[in-house]
């Protein structure tokens, strides 16, 4: 058991002396945050369009003008001629054109309906979709304001957004990029270590002692485990301060759950320096790895949106399970009750992970 | 039966098709300073790998401070002292630093600790500078302070494997006085080295080649049997005829690729 | 054999006996791949509904059964109080509720207006704001279709009395008559697939090559190599070539990998894109190199590619994120980003199958980027040999 601690000990010295690995803990992680959760984002703003009205009546004016106000388009240009507009589409200058047609005024008076067209440019991403949905709710509020007063029958729908009520996407990001950053932390600086003492041969040096294996893990382990958790702080802070997350639950409890995950991270990270020699193999076999997990884990993209049989892999990957449970505490303000079964998950993986990792341990080559 | 400190009988490892060490059988008594020698490849390392609980055997026995390396080596951990050859301490920690990592894993009460850091401390010289950064020392002191640190717990055997490579001859010396003051506290040394002039300060030497003892026995009694005058000359004899063979993978000049590669 | 091929062989074979090493750099673009097909995908289908429906009536259980058979939408629980959602909105159980207030059917008949509730979670925006707008397009349907027996007898008085606008009690509806164009089927592979390739290219040429390179240094192996008769143009030459073909390869790779599995479109000329790729197989080569001459860690060498490269190339560049959606201190570094550029020429080649004559610029830019680099590295890395 002393073992433990004199072990530890020595790697917080080596911790505390490597300026190369702080800077991994404190620097690249803050910037990665700072970045990612600017970037990180499918908001709609300023979504340059075209108009080509072609009825120029002071109906389809007002539409142009409830476009043009509502925030998420910016009018590039209004061209006469369709030519024009589809140049700039091409040349993508534009992301969608909005087509008015000759008798857009004529018909809404004659029979209450009347078409506008909306070219959008897909290539752009999946923003496609959220423009159109966006143009087609500006449509339909224009067209509720030109209808009479009341229309029977009526339905009065309203509406509500529960947990993000500004929309603000970073809200949204910068619980699961922080998972990234523990993740990233936990396993690869751990893979990273041992197999640098590996590679430098000091790894030799204690298999020579009569330390156990579970000993030098957990002496391992403690420091990475206590910077990750270090970590995580460090992140909340800035998210705070910087973006002004929402901390809707509880924040030990957050803590607690990450206690668990970073076990798991840390067993994987081991597991990895088990089965490369070198460090390079180890960055190299970490950074698939990670990528692999951080793409199907819905930190990016939701998880309904994955086919199906990505969803149901994706159950088996702690990373899905963490940032689901990270979003809940955060942004849903749930309880323990709320994300028992992704939190047992985890503690069944870093049981898991943590045996075979230990299993596969040898201090004695066959 | 506690006089012998070390056996080994047919002692054999092979990787695949090749026999690094082949059917080798010794004994070192206790207090002994035997020389381990051969050229790079003979086999030697992974013989002492395997004595140390690095390396499982192939075939054979051996048993290292009474326990067997097959079932016991964990427990001969606990009384063996290691030196390798491409690293001894850590670098970015200081020597007293060092000296209390190694004395907690084996056990040493903080009492102990402090007293045979001083102890050492002042034997070495290195009392100024017990709390820099091992990395700042000159080689010959590292590697006199981690023989130190090898015995800190006082094991019954030491190994030491290459241990004076790349230092200067006064350190050399220096450093067999230490191995000498060692021997005579009663305390078993197993050297590998191929500077042949060494061999003549071992109590006996066995001389590996290609996997196999071609000579055992101390020098004087050797340089008569063979009717050489060195233990130079003698080893050119055993060693010429084996220099086609493919080098020992556990050989301690590391791979810079593939470093701890144990397979050829 | 010259010096330099003896150095390529020996590289070569370095990369084909590092059995772990190689097995990712094969893997990668595969995986990559198939990840961003399946995985990165923002389309939103089977919402997981809750329904509150404290007095079900049929005009309720219509509502109801219309919003089932919309297809997009799945009834995962009916309560019967709003204060029920909540476990269920926070175990992420249901995405939406639809909350009924009793007397549905009575008010809808007696012309009082009817109310109903749309809760959505809003967590992820996007989501959030579709989920929304199909639900109101279902309402939205049902509600038309109960007003057009009366709106037909109405409209045509309306014509007549010339403006049907302020008569008769109809509602206006513009409908919007969508063509997505480029990707008609707005299939999310056929979006990240150019993206893609520059991420791959990125791992490989920069991250990979700039920590081969340290690794030379820090095991000092580098050293034997500068003392040789290579020339320092040689042995970067000699260095970087494999990782060079194994990009190629990569982008080859994943090329026929949309094709084959996501049949993601390639309306342009394949030359020019395999062109371009060169260009930025070049520009993160040199990156790889500038990191590497800067620091003999291959910690730090990581650290530098991905901060430097893999970071911009994949968040700055448009591969995921809109470029247009980011704050404007971003959208401005973007500019400097070489994925931006060469996602935006891949894009154009594949999806909208247009030539230089639309991308000359970004091909200028992009080899301007190239050949700056590619001065700069060689001659940071001779620097760095006196």
């Known amino acids: ?366 | ?264 | 054999m010259s010096a330099l091929d003896g150095l390529l062989r020996k590289e070569g074979y370095h990369i084909l006996r590092d059995r772990r090493t190689l097995v990712v750099l094969l893997a990668l673009p595969v995986v990559q791949v198939v990840l961003f097909g399946f995985a990165i995908r923002t389309d939103v289908n089977d919402v997981r509904l809750a329904i509150v429906d404290p007095a079900p009536d049929h005009a309720t259980i219509e509502l109801r059964n219309r919003f089932v058979s919309s297809s997009v939408f799945r009834t995962v629980a009916v309560v019967s109080r709003t204060s029920d959602l909540d476990p269920l909105f926070e175990t992420g159980a249901v995405q939406q509720a639809v909350v009924f207030e009793s007397g549905f059917a009575s008010d809808l008949e007696s012309g009082e207006p009817a109310h109903i509730l749309i809760i959505s979670d809003t967590t992820e925006p996007n989501t959030g704001n579709l989920v929304q707008a199909y639900a109101l397009a279902v309402i939205d349907g049902y509600q038309r279709e109960l007003a057009s027996p009366r709106r037909g007898a109405s409209a045509l008085a309306g014509a007549e009395a010339g403006s049907a606008l302020a008569g008769a009690k109809v509602r206006v509806a513009i409908v919007p008559a969508v063509r997505m164009r480029f990707n008609p089927t707005r299939e999310s592979s056929n979006l990240f697939v150019p993206g893609l390739m520059a991420f791959v290219l990125t791992i490989i040429s920069s991250l990979m090559t700039a920590i081969s390179l340290t690794r030379e240094k820090e095991t000092g192996t580098m050293e034997a190599l500068l003392v040789s008769p290579l020339r320092p143009w040689e042995i970067i030459v000699g260095k970087v070539a494999p990782y060079l073909v194994i990009g190629f390869i990569s982008v080859v790779a994943v090329l026929v990998e949309a094709r084959l599995v996501f049949r993601v479109p390639l309306r342009g000329s394949v030359a020019l894109l395999l062109f371009e790729g060169g260009l930025y197989i070049l520009v993160s080569l040199s990156l790889g190199i500038l990191i590497s001459a800067r620091t003999s860690s291959q910690r730090v060498a990581m650290m530098g590619a991905l901060l430097v490269t893999m970071l911009p190339n994949v968040l700055l560049s448009g591969f995921i994120f809109p470029i247009e959606s980011m704050p404007a201190a971003l959208r401005v570094v973007s500019y400097a980003v070489p994925g931006r550029w060469f996602v935006q020429i891949a894009r154009g080649i594949m999806l909208k199958g247009v030539g230089l004559e639309y991308l000359w610029l970004e091909t200028l830019i992009l080899a301007a980027m190239a050949v700056v680099l590619l001065v700069a590295s060689t001659r940071s890395f001779k620097e760095r040999l006196e």
């Open chain 1, 1 to 366: 058991m002393r073992r433990i601690f004199f072990l530890a000990e020595a790697e917080v010295l080596h911790i505390l002396r490597d300026r190369v690995l702080l800077a991994q803990v404190l620097i690249v992680p803050v910037v990665q945050l700072l970045i990612l959760s600017n970037a990180a984002t499918f908001e709609i703003r300023n979504t340059p369009i075209y108009t080509v009205d072609l009825d120029r009546t002071s109906v389809s004016r007002g539409l142009i003008n409830h476009l043009a106000a509502s925030g998420h388009f910016q009018i590039v240009g209004t061209a006469p001629s369709l030519d024009r507009a589809n140049e700039a589409l091409l040349a993508g200058t534009v992301t969608m054109v909005v087509v008015i047609p000759h008798d857009f005024e004529v018909s809404l008076r004659r029979t209450g309906v009347a078409p506008v067209e909306l070219s959008l440019n897909a290539e752009k991403g999946s923003s496609a979709g959220i423009v159109q949905s966006y143009a087609s709710r500006v449509l339909a509020a224009y067209a509720t304001e030109l209808s009479p007063m009341r229309a029977s029958p009526s339905i009065d729908v309203r509406v509500r957004g529960r947990y993000n009520p500004t929309l603000n996407y970073r809200h949204y990001m910068v619980p699961g990029i922080l998972v990234a950053l523990v993740t990233m932390i936990g396993t690869l600086l751990t893979a990273q270590n041992i197999a640098r003492e590996k590679e430098l041969g000091t790894l030799e040096q204690l298999n020579v002692t009569p330390i156990t294996r579970g000993q030098f893990i957990v002496a391992k382990l403690l420091p990475f485990w206590v910077l990750g958790l270090l970590e995580l702080s460090l992140g909340l802070i800035v998210g705070k301060l910087v973006f002004d997350i929402p901390m809707r639950g509880s924040v030990p409890l957050l803590f607690g759950v990450a206690s668990v995950y970073l076990a798991v991270a840390l067993g994987i990270g081991l597991w990895i320096s088990a089965m490369v020699e070198t460090q390079q193999q180890a960055m190299f076999v970490t950074f698939f790895i990670i990528n692999i997990y951080l793409l199907m884990s819905g930190l990016f993209t939701p998880i309904d949106s994955m086919a199906p049989w990505v969803r149901v892999a994706s159950e088996v990957n702690p990373v899905r399970h963490f940032v689901t449970i990270a979003r809940a505490i955060l942004m849903k303000g749930a309880g323990p009750a709320e994300i028992v079964r992704p939190f047992l998950f985890l503690a069944i993986s870093a049981v898991v992970v943590l045996t075979i990792a230990v299993r596969q341990y040898r201090k004695r080559a066959v």
């Open chain 2, 1 to 264: 039966m506690t006089d012998i400190a070390i056996e080994a009988k047919d002692l054999t490892r092979t990787f695949g098709s090749f026999t690094a060490v082949d059917h080798i059988s010794f004994e070192v008594r206790t207090g002994e300073v035997f020389g381990f020698l051969g050229a790079n490849g003979a086999g030697k390392t992974t013989a002492m790998r395997m004595l140390i609980g690095l390396l499982a055997p192939s075939s054979g026995t051996a048993r290292v401070a009474g326990h067997d390396v097959y079932t016991e080596s964990e427990a001969i951990k606990r009384s063996i002292g290691y030196m390798s050859q491409r690293f001894s301490l850590y670098e970015d920690l200081t020597p007293r630093e060092n000296i209390r990592l190694y004395g907690g894993i084996y056990g040493l009460t903080r009492q102990q600790i402090r007293e045979r850091t001083d102890r050492m401390l002042a034997r070495l010289g290195l009392a100024g500078v017990a709390d820099e950064q091992v990395r700042s020392l000159p080689l010959g002191w590292r590697q006199k302070l981690a023989f130190s640190v090898a015995l800190v717990h006082d094991p019954r055997i030491v190994f030491l494997d290459e241990p004076t490579s790349g230092v200067d001859p006064i350190t050399r010396r220096q450093f067999w006085e230490l191995i000498y003051e060692a021997a005579s506290a009663g305390t078993t040394v197993l050297v590998t080295t191929h500077y042949m002039d060494e061999a003549e300060y071992c109590d006996r030497i066995s001389i590996m080649v290609a996997g196999r003892i071609g000579a055992i026995g101390t020098p004087a009694d050797l340089k008569k049997q063979f009717g050489v005058d060195s233990i130079d000359e003698l080893f050119v004899r055993l060693a010429r005829p084996a220099e086609k063979r493919i080098p020992d993978p556990g050989s301690p000049i590391p791979d810079p690729y593939f470093p701890s590669d144990t397979k050829p």
